[in-house]
C-alpha cells in the first residue's frame, strides 16, 4: 500500500476502462450473456463487512441514509393524503396526483444544479442548501389553501429533492472500503423505505386527527431537516472528494480543469450516461408504479380502513428494507446485472397475489413484492457510482436517477387514469356513494410490462463491479488534469501509467484488477 493509499484509506480495488476504449458494439453484445454468469466471489459475512468501516464513513453513510430517507418521506406525503386534498381543494384524486408528477418533472432540475455543485464545490454545502429548501417548501405546502398554490409548491420542491439523491451516494459511498461497499448500497437505498414507512406511521398519525386534517403532516416534514443540516455542518468533505479537489488546485486552474473534466466526460461517455437514464426510467416505473397508488387500491378497491392499509404499508416497507439490505450485499457474489434480473423475475411472479387478493392475506404478497422491488432498487447505488466518470460522479448519479424519475413522473396519473376506465360496482353508505375502480389489474399489467423493460435493459446494459474510486484510477480525470500533476499530488515518483496485460481473448485489461470485474 502506497502513502497515498494509507492517507485516502483505499484498499487495492479493480478498475475496468470504458467500453470504446478496446471493444467494438458488435462484441460488446455479444458478451452479453457471458458476463452475466454469477463470478461468485468470496465475501465475507455482512458484520464483518461491517466492521470494515471506520467512525467517520459510519458517519458519512448516516447522513447520506437520513437524508435520503427524509427525502422520501417528504415524497410520500402526498401519495398518502390524496384524499384529503382532494376533499380541500375540491378536486378528483387523479387532479391531485399531478402533484406527485411535478415533483419527479423537476427533480431533474435540481439534480443538474445541485449536482454540478456538489462535484465543483464540495458535498456539503449543496447539501444544507437542500435541506434549507426542504424546510421553507414542506411548511409552504402545509399552507397552501388553493389547488394552484398547491402544484406550484410541489414544483419549487421537485428541484429541491432532485438535488439530494446523488449527494447522498457519494458522501455515504464514496469513501466505504470496496469489499463493503454492496451492503452499503442495500443499506443506504432502504432509506427510500425507511422514509415511506415513516411517511406512512407519521400520517396514521397526524392525518385527520386534528381540526387541520392534512396539514400538521407537512408542518412536521419541516423539523427534521434543522437537525440534518447541523449533523452535516459537523462534518468533513469525503476524502474521495478532497483528493480530487487537491489535484485541482494543483493544477492552477481549479474551473478550467473542472470544465475540462466534463468535455472528456460528455465526449466519452455519452451513450453510457443516456443508457443510465433509461435504465432509472425503468426503475422509477419500477417503484412509483408498486407504490404510489397502492394505498388508493386498498381503500378504494377492496375496501381496507385506515388502519388496515397503514399495517399493510408498514409490514410492505420492512420487505423493502430487508431486500435491499440482502439483495445489495448479494450482488458483490453474483453481480451487479445478475442479481437485478434475477430478483426482478421473482418481483414479475409476485404480481398476482400482490394486486388480486383482497383480504388481510395480501399483507405477506405485499412484503415479498416490496423485497424484490426494493432488493432490485439495492443495487443501484453502488452500479450507479461505479459507472460514472469519476469527476462528475454526483450530477451523473443524480441526473441519471431524476431524469428517470421524469421519464416515470405520469406513472400513478397514467395508473389512475386508466384505473378509472375499469369502473367497478359503486359502495354505498346510506346516500353516500363512493365510485370504487380496478386499480389492481391495471398495477398488475402496467408492473408486468415495467418488469420486463428492467430485465431487457439490464441485461444489455454494461457492469463494472469493483471499479476503484481513487483519483489514481481514473484515466479521465488525468487526462484533464494532466498525469503529471495527478502523480505529484498523490505522491508517486513518476505519473500514473496504463500498463496493460492481455485477457484470454486478446483484449487489454489493467494490471490489479479484479478478477470478475467486467470490461464493458
Known amino acids: 500500500m502506497t502513502a497515498n493509499d494509507e492517507k485516502y484509506g483505499n484498499a487495492t480495488t479493480a478498475y475496468a476502462e470504458q467500453p470504446a476504449a478496446s471493444m467494438s458494439a458488435g462484441r460488446y453484445f455479444a458478451t452479453r450473456l457471458s458476463t452475466l454468469k454469477p463470478p461468485m466471489h468470496k465475501v465475507a459475512n455482512p458484520f464483518t463487512l461491517l466492521r470494515m468501516l471506520n ?17 422520501a418521506f417528504d415524497f410520500f406525503t402526498v401519495s398518502l393524503t390524496t384524499t384529503p386534498l382532494a376533499t380541500t381543494f375540491g378536486v378528483s384524486v387523479t387532479d391531485v396526483t399531478w402533484g406527485i408528477t411535478l415533483v419527479l ?40 389553501n388553493t389547488y394552484q398554490q398547491f402544484l406550484a409548491v410541489r414544483a419549487l420542491y ?21 469489499p463493503a461497499r454492496g451492503i452499503i448500497s442495500g443499506m443506504l437505498q432502504q432509506g427510500y423505505a425507511f422514509g415511506y414507512l415513516l411517511a406512512t406511521v407519521f400520517s396514521r398519525a397526524l392525518v385527520g386527527t386534528t381540526s387541520h386534517a392534512w396539514r400538521p403532516l407537512y408542518w412536521f416534514g419541516a423539523c427534521p431537516p434543522i437537525l440534518l443540516i447541523v449533523f452535516r455542518l459537523c462534518l468533513p468533505e469525503t476524502q474521495a472528494y478532497i483528493e480530487r479537489s487537491e489535484v485541482r488546485h494543483a493544477t492552477g486552474h481549479l474551473t478550467g480543469t473542472f470544465i475540462a473534466e466534463g468535455k472528456v466526460a460528455l465526449k466519452r461517455h455519452w451513450i453510457l450516461l443516456s443508457y443510465l437514464v433509461l ?25 381496507f380502513s385506515a388502519n388496515e392499509v397503514t399495517i399493510t404499508q408498514v409490514v410492505a416497507n420492512l420487505g423493502a428494507m430487508s431486500g435491499g439490505t440482502v439483495i445489495g450485499y448479494c450482488s458483490s457474489i453474483f453481480g451487479r446485472r445478475f442479481s437485478i434480473i434475477f430478483i426482478s423475475i421473482i418481483g414479475g411472479a409476485l404480481l398476482y397475489p400482490y394486486t388480486f ?95 420486463a423493460y428492467v430485465i431487457a435493459l439490464t441485461f444489455l446494459g454494461p457492469e463494472n463491479l469493483g471499479h476503484s474510486f481513487r483519483v489514481g484510477a481514473d484515466h479521465d480525470f488525468e487526462d484533464a488534469a494532466g498525469h503529471d500533476v495527478v502523480a505529484r499530488v498523490l505522491h508517486t515518483e513518476e505519473p500514473v501509467h496504463r500498463d496493460t496485460d492481455s485477457s484470454d481473448d486478446g483484449h487489454p485489461v489493467e494490471k490489479g484488477r479484479a478478477v470478475g470485474a467486467e470490461v464493458v
Open 55 to 71: 467512525k467517520q464513513q459510519w458517519l458519512f453513510f448516516l447522513i447520506g441514509f437520513l437524508g435520503w430517507t427524509w427525502d
Open 105 to 144: 418533472m423537476f427533480r431533474s432540475v435540481g439534480s443538474i444544479l445541485f449536482g454540478i455543485a456538489a462535484d465543483r464545490y464540495g458535498r456539503r454545502w449543496p447539501f444544507v442548501v437542500n435541506m434549507v429548501l426542504f424546510i421553507v417548501l414542506e411548511l409552504a405546502t402545509g399552507f397552501c
Open 158 to 178: 421537485g428541484v429541491a429533492m432532485g438535488g439530494l439523491y446523488g449527494n447522498a451516494a457519494a458522501t455515504a459511498l464514496e469513501d466505504c472500503p470496496e
Open 279 to 303: 435504465l432509472m426510467a425503468g426503475f422509477n416505473f419500477m417503484s412509483h408504479g408498486s407504490q404510489d397508488l397502492y394505498p388508493t387500491m386498498l381503500q378504494n378497491e377492496y375496501g
Open 357 to 451: 387478493v383482497g383480504s388481510d392475506s395480501v399483507i405477506a404478497a405485499a412484503y415479498f413484492e416490496q423485497f424484490c422491488v426494493q432488493g432490485a432498487w439495492g443495487v443501484i447505488p453502488i452500479h450507479l457510482m461505479e459507472l460514472s466518470p469519476g469527476s462528475f460522479r454526483t450530477f451523473v448519479v443524480g441526473t441519471a436517477y431524476q431524469l428517470g424519475n421524469l421519464v416515470s413522473s405520469a406513472s400513478s396519473t397514467i395508473e389512475s387514469t386508466i384505473g378509472e376506465r375499469f369502473p367497478l360496482s359503486p359502495l354505498k353508505d346510506g346516500s353516500k356513494v363512493t365510485q370504487r375502480y380496478n386499480y389492481g389489474l391495471v398495477i398488475c399489467i402496467f408492473m408486468g410490462c415495467v418488469y
